[in-house]
């Protein structure tokens, strides 16, 4: 009897461990990196971007209205190490191959950047767009467009208006001057 006990509870002890490792996720890891030396993050809500002041398609202002913010975060090889970029790389890659994360489209080569475009949800309705984007020379950046129900064939709409919101207010070009 006491040896049932015994292992009962050791059993017992060795399952409510297992069930309290934390999974390592995409916004876990912002959680932890966005005050750490090499780092920025910026968060942006949609509004900041002043998507009102650009003449959008009907599909392209029901993306806009789907979208609520932007989290982005990058690590800069001028203000880290190769080490520590490489060891953070490796996390990112590791947290983007759950099979929560679905491949949208990959470009680029080794020698100039990559850049990687994955969702969450199925292929009408998405939770989550991640744009992750590595470059030898300058380190990495991800972006996570997060919303509420939005549909990939109308973000992707968007593309032909990026470059008309407003960056400037919104801390982007910041954020893209530490890369570089």
Known sequence: ????????????????????????????????????????????????????????????????????????????????????????LAKIKTILKAEVYNDLMRAGNTSDGKVQVLYIGDDSEIDELIVFGVSPEYGFAIVRVLGDDMELSKIMKLRNVVDQFDTKNANVEDFMKFLL
């Open 1 to 88: 009897m006491r040896a049932l006990i015994k292992y009962s509870t050791i059993f017992g002890v060795f399952s409510i461990c297992l069930a309290c490792t934390p999974k390592l996720s995409l916004q876990s890891y912002f959680v932890d990196h966005q005050e750490t030396a090499g780092f920025m993050a910026v968060d942006i809500p949609m509004s900041f971007l002043n998507p009102d002041q650009i003449e959008l398609t009907d599909d392209q202002n029901q993306a806009v209205e789907s979208i609520d913010k932007l989290n982005m975060l990058a690590y800069s090889l001028k203000d880290g190490s190769e080490d520590e970029f490489t060891s953070e």
